[in-house]
């Protein structure tokens, strides 16, 4: 498996532009997740997906913010109208549930390389 | 709602010395526990997890955390650091929701030196 897959790796725009994110998650993994990581906030949880609908967005900053999931192979993460605060890597991570279990089962994350989002 | 608390956002040892990073965690249910690693313009790599089956847990590299109820610890060591053991470490905690996926919450990260 090629794990998972994020473009663009680098991505300068102006503010103002609309950024489109994606990832494609690794095949059979039935959970996605949206970070974003700063200097000075560290690694935020934006959203995230369980077998394609979104679980929690109370993450995501505010409505420029978007993410979609229309199947099980890939996810976008769009900034509409971006501005320069959102500057950051944005990281996807996938995992495959463990259900069934006694007490759930325990989310093992496997991250993308990561988006650079440069907004001048 | 969970969290965890990492103590030391830059820790320095000695190639050789001892590494402990350290990680305290809030929750109200029994936690899922995880330690990953970041390496420079790469993603965060899974070094272990505690799920209740042990309370010492081998990781990859050497690595191994104690899981600590009464403390409400995850602390991580190794007893010989190495100059490639040098990156960014995370803690990180999930509940224990049945049949369904959890939110995954990552401490501030330690940034582990190592020094010739």
């Known amino acids: 498996d090629a794990g998972v897959i994020q473009s663009p790796r680098h991505e300068v725009t102006e503010m103002g532009q609309e950024v489109t994110l994606r990832c494609k998650p690794i095949?059979?993994?039935?959970?996605l997740f949206w970070y974003r990581q700063t200097m000075m906030r560290g690694l935020e949880l934006l959203i995230y997906?369980?077998?394609?609908?979104?679980?929690?967005d109370s993450g995501m900053p505010e409505d420029r913010f978007s993410a979609k999931m229309p199947n099980a192979s890939f996810s976008t993460l769009k900034i509409q109208p971006s501005e320069p605060r959102d500057s950051a890597v944005y990281f996807c991570?996938?995992?495959?549930?463990?259900?069934?279990?006694?007490?759930?089962?325990?989310?093992?994350?496997?991250f993308g390389a990561g988006s650079r989002l440069t907004v001048l | 709602a969970q969290s965890v608390t990492q103590l030391g956002s830059h820790v320095s040892v000695s190639e050789g010395a001892l590494v402990l990073l350290r990680c305290n965690y809030s929750?109200?249910?029994?936690?899922?526990l995880f330690w990953y690693v970041q390496y420079p313009n790469q993603g965060l790599q899974l070094l272990l997890k505690?799920?209740?089956?042990?309370?010492l847990v081998k990781g990859i590299n050497g690595f191994e955390a104690e899981f600590k109820k009464s403390e409400t610890s995850f602390h991580l060591t190794k007893p010989s650091a190495h100059m490639s053991d040098a990156a960014e470490y995370f803690c990180?905690?999930?509940?224990?929701?049945?049949?369904?996926?959890?939110?995954?919450?990552f401490g501030s990260g330690t940034r582990l030196s190592i020094r010739p």
């Open positions: 095949s059979g993994h039935n959970s």
């Open positions: 991570a996938s995992s495959a549930m463990a259900i069934g279990l006694a007490g759930g089962g325990a989310n093992v994350l496997t």
């Open positions: 505690y799920t209740s089956a042990a309370t």
């Open positions: 997906f369980n077998n394609n609908v979104p679980i929690d």
């Open positions: 929750s109200s249910v029994p936690p899922y």
């Open positions: 990180a905690v999930s509940d224990r929701r049945y049949s369904s996926a959890s939110k995954i919450i």
